[in-house]
């Protein structure tokens, strides 16, 4: 097995693009995932999640662009590159008619010796040990989601890639589902997990790209992304519309919305909170109210989504 | 070619595994050979019993060549389904997208199949066969019984036969998916074939077709009791040719169809 180049990003493509005909599915997509994090590829259902992923793994051709997955450049360095790396694509499957650990024996012989003393570790890890003897065909869906994990653990991966791995779980299939990803980026292996839905990414990942149309429009720690336009406040004040006019003319505001009852406020500069405190008090008006608030990925995703959709 | 690009041992042997293990494929196997043959001079010989005068012992030579004939009709059955398991089995399963992740060579993938499948296969074969020639042994009576070397070389001859429908089916399989290949294969095998051989004004070109170079290379001791249709005389060498040439086309069109597909 050739040595695995140590470059910060385990993922990068460079205008990667995928089209069926006259239809671009992803289209110039720029994507770089760190090493040692849970990385959230997010979008809604037909954004090009699973054919990025498909061009990743070498399962159908990019049109275009460039990509390397563990530093080895794409397609030249598959072989290499996924001798590390474990996938799942949409769901796993098997051959029904074997066992779970005869599945697993399958792709050990396809993958090398150095597998076959990782299936009962394998096994163990994801709790399937006492029904490795079943056929695979008795299984649940969340028992074959498990040993779809087992199966990645047979490369040893440096990289797993899994593709909307919550689809059809329970709420403690998806439970454990999240334990695991957490316990591997702990052991410092990368996570690259395609979802559409937000409260996943978010629980799950620590970063994320939002993808849409399959193009990604925005990239990065989850807790930039939530921040990226500044800090959020609400404010409650006695004078609602002299406050409004007051910081509308202030440089470090970005943003003033009324609801009625109460002012959203953006402010581009964070450090300037407790100056416009004082200048509101100074200027007479009387502060019931100031309380900074940490915008959701969702908040965050639906502002994307809807530049996107006005700009159409 | 890289060694990764090749099969590696264990490879073959999980292809071997997938086929094992499906125990409706064992069964038909079983039927296909050795079931039809115990069939075939069991009701010959119980024929025999019941009315010795009318109806000769089941085995001698004659005979061999009635058991061989069902053999490789029925082996060739068994064949293509066989050889559409061993081919398209992974990516009807959906589990093809999972060994191509592995990194492995989409080529290797496809050469494993080979001799798993032969391996699957021909021991099934080889019984069948086996009691054939037994059977062709223990009940001559009055009739001649085979000689060692005529035993030997039906034996191969048969395998030869089973094994090119084989070859044939795993590359068609990897073409056009398994529920068409059995069809394609066992149309070719017992309707086109013998229809073919029939028509002389095609002359020559009758030549190409591997059912008639296969009837070409059987053996002479069988006599008339293997015949499925005129014997147009061919040297080894365009026997060998015409066979090597079509199960090489079959394989390396399925193996690009393999090696480019979107898995």
């Known amino acids: 097995m050739t040595t695995t180049p140590l470059t910060p990003y385990v993922v990068e493509t460079v205008g990667l693009t995928k089209r069926f005909g006259d239809r671009t599915v992803v289209g110039d997509v720029a994507l770089r995932v760190p090493r040692g994090v849970a ?14 992923i498909r061009m990743l793994l070498g ?51 396809v993958r090398g010796p150095h597998a076959y003393p990782l299936i009962d570790g394998a096994l163990d890890r994801v709790g399937l040990s006492a029904r490795a003897g079943d056929r695979v065909k008795t299984y649940s869906l969340g028992m074959r989601q498990r040993l779809g994990i087992a199966r990645c653990l047979l490369a040893d991966p440096q990289l797993l890639i899994l593709d909307e791995p919550m689809n059809g779980l329970d709420p403690a299939g998806i439970q454990e589902f999240r334990g695991f990803v957490r316990s591997f980026v702990e052991e410092g292996r990368t996570i690259v997990l395609s979802s559409h839905l937000l409260d996943e990414v978010e629980k799950t990942c620590d970063h994320v790209a939002i993808v849409d149309q399959g193009r990604i429009v925005v990239q990065g720690s989850i807790d930039e992304l939530r921040g990226v336009d500044g800090l959020h406040l609400v404010l409650e004040v006695d004078d609602t519309a002299r406050a409004r006019g007051l910081l509308a003319a202030d440089r470090a505001v970005g943003l003033v919305a009324d609801d009625g009852e109460s002012l959203r406020v953006t402010l581009l500069d964070p450090a300037v909170v407790s100056d416009l405190n004082r200048r509101l008090v100074e200027s007479g008006i009387a502060v019931r109210r100031l309380e900074p608030q940490q915008a959701t990925l969702e908040q965050r995703f639906l502002e994307v989504t809807t530049r996107l959709e006005n700009a159409a | 070619m890289t060694a990764y690009a090749l099969p590696a041992p ?14 409706g494929l064992v069964a038909v196997l079983a039927m296909l050979t050795v079931g039809a043959v115990t069939i075939t001079y069991g009701t010959i010989e119980i024929m025999h019993l019941v009315d010795g005068t009318t109806h000769g012992p089941a085995g001698g030579v004659r005979h061999l060549g009635h058991g061989v004939w ?13 050889g559409s398991f061993a081919s398209a089995g992974d990516l009807d399963a959906g589990v093809y997208r999972e060994l191509v992740v592995t990194g492995r060579s989409r080529l290797a993938l496809y050469l494993a199949r080979i001799p798993a499948g032969f391996a699957f296969l021909l021991p099934f074969v080889a019984a069948g066969y086996a009691l054939a020639a037994g059977a062709s042994v223990v009940f001559a009576g009055s009739n001649p019984a085979p000689d060692t070397r005529l035993l030997v070389v039906t034996g191969l001859w048969t395998v030869l036969q089973v094994a090119f429908y084989y070859l044939l089916a795993v590359g068609i399989s990897s073409l056009v998916g398994r529920s068409y290949t059995v069809g394609i294969v066992l149309a070719w095998r017992l309707a086109l074939t013998p229809i073919l051989a029939t028509i002389s004004a095609l002359g020559i ?28 005389p061919m040297s080894l060498a365009a026997t060998a040719a015409v066979l090597v040439v079509w199960a090489g086309v079959a394989l390396a069109a399925g193996g690009r169809r393999d090696t480019t597909r979107d898995a």
């Open chain 1, 39 to 52: 990385f959230g590829y997010l979008g809604p259902n037909g954004a090009g999640k699973t054919t990025l």
């Open chain 1, 59 to 109: 399962l159908t051709p990019a049109s275009s662009g460039s990509m390397s997955l563990l530093g080895f450049p794409l397609p030249h360095g598959r072989a290499d590159a996924l001798a590390r790396v474990g996938a799942i694509v949409e769901e796993p499957r098997f051959h029904g008619h074997l066992t779970g650990r005869e599945n697993l024996e399958i792709v050990a012989a």
């Open chain 2, 10 to 23: 264990r490879m073959m042997g999980a292809d071997f595994l997938k086929l094992r293990r499906r125990r």
């Open chain 2, 70 to 82: 069902v053999l490789s009709a029925l082996g060739a059955v068994a064949a293509a389904i066989v």
């Open chain 2, 205 to 232: 070109v009758r030549e190409l077709v591997p059912g008639v170079a296969l009837q070409s290379l059987a053996p002479a001791g069988l006599g008339d009791s293997i015949r499925q249709g005129p014997v147009i």
